[in-house]
């Protein structure tokens, strides 16, 4: 099985974030128009933790607050877990299964160089396993 390396290079190292002060509404805003489920937290380019759907509907919407008037920094995740680029598949799915979390950030030393989901992973398997279907399609039938 592959590493969080392999999701990486065929994705790439694009990083959406935020800011901690921010409104909750501008981040979803911001993950409307990118399509994904969570963003990075930064402040002035140091990583102080990530904002989900999850912290959305859970922190705002139960708790009654207002989107437009929450600041990010009043309800994102601090400190979540987090993964490295040698990290395996099979390390994340235990890890994002047993901590109900959908999104990895991926740190190497101390550079953050991206974030991984778990449709990036299901993604991956599911390739991987139609590469190796083709390849043992093609020994069987000797071309």
Do not use: W
């Not at 990486?8 to 509404?25: A, E």
């Not at 993950?31 to 999850?54: R, Y």
């Amino acid at each position: 099985m592959g590493t969080v390396r392999n999701i990486l290079q065929t994705k790439g190292n694009n990083i959406f974030s935020v800011s901690p002060n921010d409104t909750v509404f501008s981040a979803l805003e911001k993950m409307v128009e990118n399509n994904i489920g969570a963003l990075l937290v930064l402040n002035h380019g140091k990583f102080e933790g990530i904002f989900t759907e999850t912290d959305y509907a859970r922190k705002v919407i139960l708790r009654g607050k207002a989107s437009k008037e929450t600041l990010i920094k009043e309800i994102m995740t601090e400190r979540p877990v987090t993964v490295t680029p040698d990290t395996t598949m099979e390390e994340c799915m235990t890890l994002m299964t047993s901590k109900y979390i959908r999104h990895l950030p991926v740190f190497e030393g101390r550079s953050l160089v991206g974030l991984i989901s778990i449709g990036d992973i299901v993604k991956y398997i599911i390739d991987e396993q139609k590469f190796i279907i083709e390849n043992l399609e093609h020994y069987i039938s000797g071309t």
